[in-house]
């Protein structure tokens, strides 16, 4: 059995007595003797380094939303060999939402939505409700221990980091904002959440970009020099001119117009980047489909629509594009040049897959892993796929409410 940790005890207090108790009231105010106070610390919830398996190239990490942990999984028999535990308090769950490595393999960043209060069924039943800003983590990925977070702003929902491992971008899913616009009678522009820009290199926020209601996923063009991202509650993808400082934004519809949030039409989710022709491939989870933009042309073209909402998908070496459909349980596989169906979708049985979230492809493009909520209460899954086969080969049980699944690439 692999070793899995658990969170050591974290909040230490031991108050001492003074005359009939802690506070004597006898006569004028009350005096209070405190020997200790309460110590609250960043790194005794940590694990022990020596436990931690070494970073390879056959290994898959796992953000567990649902129990502020992330699975280290091995990719050629698909064990679980460490659960790491995240976050900066480990007494209330914070809700980490996707990671990325940096391309050293030094580091890894994963943002805390911190959108737990009120959440019905585990942090995304209140996904984009956040009251407070979450943070930034920067984790040792020798250690899983936390170097470093800075605040960013409310509901962090995806993360980018450049070939260089320099910037990292955090999109904010931040519904309260369009609620709070909205009761107080304000417009549009009074809706826009904002992308954060931080240098990596000192964990410096650089920038808070008010962008478009309700950001979550990116991609960026072949280049870097611009940032799509996915405006969900608008009806919109927004670009952001990244040879700029600060990036300016560029506003573009998903239909014929952008809508007055929320009342969107196709709800555009994520997005991909065609790895050669450079088109966007959007999810969009109202209108069920994918919309692929040409950049060059500006122009939109329909791909398939499915019986559910379509999330985080990847294209395969043999042109084909691979993408969760999430409340279904299915996978589908798309040709990426005449945008229909390759295959029939495959449905998963429940008891292996619920609500398919996103996808992570090996090197070689021979296999594919898919990560799975589950019912956001109890474990979720990954399942190994043979992508152009639509085939499954494994299914492996990790932590509570997975999220993002990321591949290790080292140097």
Known sequence: MP????????????????????????????????????????TDHWPVPQDVPPLSNDLLLLTNTGEDTISMVRASDMTELFRAPVGLFPMQLEG???????????????????DIPGAGGGPHGSHGNGSTPGFLLRIDAATMSLVDSI????????????????????????????????????????????????????????????????PH????????????????LSDELAALDLTVDP???????????????????FEPYSISTHPTDGTLWVSCLRSRDLRILDPQTMTWSQGPTFDASPMFGVFTPAGH????????????????????????VLR???????????????????????????????????????????AVATVTPVGIFPDSIRRVVLP
């Open 3 to 42: 070793r899995i940790p658990g969170l050591p005890a974290l909040l230490v207090v031991a108050l001492a007595t003074a005359g009939a108790g802690p506070c004597d009231d006898a006569g004028g105010a009350p005096v209070c003797t405190v020997e200790r106070n309460v110590v609250l610390t960043r």
């Open 96 to 114: 980490p939402h996707h990671l990325v490595v940096d391309p050293a393999g030094r580091y890894l960043y994963v943002p805390l939505s911190n």
């Open 151 to 214: 605040p960013v702003d409310r509901s962090p929902g995806d993360i980018v980091l450049n070939r260089a491992g320099t910037r990292a971008y955090i999109s904010h899913y931040d519904l309260k904002r369009i609620t709070d616009a909205l009761s107080r009678g304000e417009g549009p522009e009074r809706m826009r959440a904002n992308v954060a820009v931080v240098d990596t290199t000192t964990m410096t926020r650089l920038a808070l970009l008010p962008t478009c209601a309700g």
């Open 217 to 232: 996923g990116m991609a960026f063009n072949a280049d870097e020099t611009r940032l799509y991202v996915a405006c969900a």
């Open 247 to 265: 990036p300016t934004v560029t506003r573009i519809p998903v239909g014929t117009q952008a809508a007055v949030p929320p009342n969107a039409v």
């Open 321 to 344: 594009f691979l993408v969760p459909i999430r409340e279904s349980g299915s996978v589908a596989l798309v040709n990426a040049t005449t945008r229909a169906l390759q295959r029939p």
């Open 348 to 390: 998963l049985e429940p008891q292996n897959c619920q609500n398919a979230h996103g996808l992570e492809l090996s090197a070689d493009g021979q296999t594919a892993w898919m990560v799975c909520e589950g019912d956001q209460r109890g474990p979720g899954s990954v399942i190994t796929l043979i992508p152009d086969l639509l």
